[in-house]
């Protein structure tokens, strides 16, 4: 077997990537989407019927001129993420503005938006992740969420804090991202490789898996933002791990032997005791992590720049249907 086809036995793959030709090629049980994957795909000739309709739909909907750019863009996400769920067997991230990121009463409603427009084209909620960035008001959200069946995967995750208060939340899923935290660490210390178990994202994730385990946390831990393959195969086990297309394609043409890594019985013995964390210990837990707290603010900007861009797009193509 490929290392792709090793890693399905161990791990759920995830197609990170909001391009259907793309999904449809690896076969992944998962798929997550954001603004940056949105634009790239909404551009190609082959999905503009979905960016028509979505232009449709904000012009004979919207309540206001203001209201038409939001609800466009929120009603092209619904498109895409349907139209990925008719080829996936699993369920599909749809992200919430990341301006909404310090909002948490803004947040729970734009995920009420999400859920009711997949609703009226026939899409369940249980098939549905809210993705929700890991602010402390983005996890407050998410806890009133989780208890009304609305599913979240918390995403720029890059502290143990973070981590410790998705699970006292019990937010369904937590999307670490093991890429850039490992370019932070080359940037802060100088050091451009890293032995595979000793990447710092690596590390991390470890440590997240290991405690949630542990402690007996239902909270699915989903490594992101992989930078190479071996990042990947050193988290083999982890409950998922959502992968870009290269990287499932550099995966699919390797054969060696993929080791299974991450498990319950190691985290019994290596994982944290319980920490119990309200919004003061959180935000100075945080706080003390200078990688977590850069990388939060820069992610949360970034995903802003991605929005806008979208957005922008979108309103030159804005014309009455």
């Known amino acids: 077997?490929?290392?792709?086809?090793?890693?399905?036995?161990?791990?759920?793959?995830?197609?990170?990537?909001?391009?259907?030709?793309?999904?449809?090629?690896?076969?992944?049980?998962?798929?997550?989407?954001?603004?940056?994957?949105?634009?790239?795909?909404?551009?190609?000739?082959?999905?503009?019927?979905?960016?028509?309709?979505?232009?449709?739909?904000?012009?004979?909907?919207?309540?206001?001129?203001?209201?038409?750019?939001?609800?466009?863009?929120?009603?092209?996400?619904?498109?895409?993420?349907?139209?990925?769920?008719?080829?996936?067997?699993?369920?599909?991230?749809?992200?919430?503005?990341?301006?909404?990121s310090f909002d948490t009463a803004a947040t729970i409603e734009k995920a009420h938006e999400i859920i009711e427009m997949y609703k009226d084209v026939?899409?369940?909620?249980?098939?549905?992740?809210?993705?929700?960035?890991?602010?402390?008001?983005?996890?407050?959200?998410?806890?009133?969420?989780?208890?009304?069946?609305?599913?979240?995967?918390?995403?720029?995750?890059?502290?143990?804090?973070?981590?410790?208060?998705?699970?006292?939340?019990?937010?369904?899923?937590?999307?670490?991202?093991?890429?850039?935290?490992?370019?932070?660490?080359?940037?802060?210390?100088?050091?451009?490789?890293?032995?595979?178990?000793?990447?710092?994202?690596?590390?991390?994730?470890?440590?997240?898996?290991?405690?949630?385990k542990k402690n007996g946390f239902k909270t699915q831990v989903m490594g992101a933002s992989f930078r190479n393959t071996d990042e990947i195969t050193e988290l083999v086990g982890s409950d998922l791990l959502t992968i870009s297309p290269n990287l499932l394609e550099e995966l699919k043409n390797k054969t060696e032997l993929v080791q299974h890594k991450l498990n319950k019985e190691a985290a019994s013995k290596n994982g944290e005791s319980l920490i119990e964390i309200d919004e003061k210990s959180f935000r100075w837990m945080h706080n003390e992590d200078a990688m977590g707290t850069e990388k939060l603010a820069e992610g949360i900007r970034n995903f802003t720049k991605d929005t806008l861009q979208l957005e922008n797009y979108i309103k030159n193509k804005l014309v009455n249907c």
Request: hydrophobic share 35%.
């Open 1 to 100: 077997m490929n290392q792709l086809e090793q890693l399905k036995q161990y791990t759920i793959v995830v197609a990170d990537t909001g391009e259907i030709q793309e999904i449809q090629k690896y076969q992944p049980t998962d798929a997550t989407t954001n603004p940056s994957l949105l634009y790239k795909a909404a551009q190609r000739e082959e999905y503009q019927h979905l960016v028509n309709d979505a232009i449709c739909f904000g012009n004979n909907n919207a309540q206001s001129e203001s209201d038409k750019l939001e609800l466009t863009l929120d009603k092209l996400a619904v498109n895409f993420g349907k139209e990925i769920l008719d080829i996936i067997p699993g369920r599909i991230s749809t992200e919430v503005d990341s301006r909404l």
């Open 122 to 212: 026939g899409i369940d909620r249980d098939r549905i992740l809210v993705k929700i960035a890991s602010t402390w008001e983005g996890i407050e959200a998410a806890k009133i969420l989780e208890k009304e069946d609305i599913k979240c995967n918390m995403t720029l995750l890059f502290s143990f804090a973070q981590a410790v208060a998705c699970a006292q939340a019990k937010v369904t899923l937590i999307s670490p991202f093991v890429g850039r935290i490992l370019d932070w660490y080359k940037k802060s210390t100088g050091i451009e490789h890293f032995e595979p178990h000793k990447d710092p994202g690596v590390e991390s994730v470890t440590r997240i898996y290991n405690y949630y």
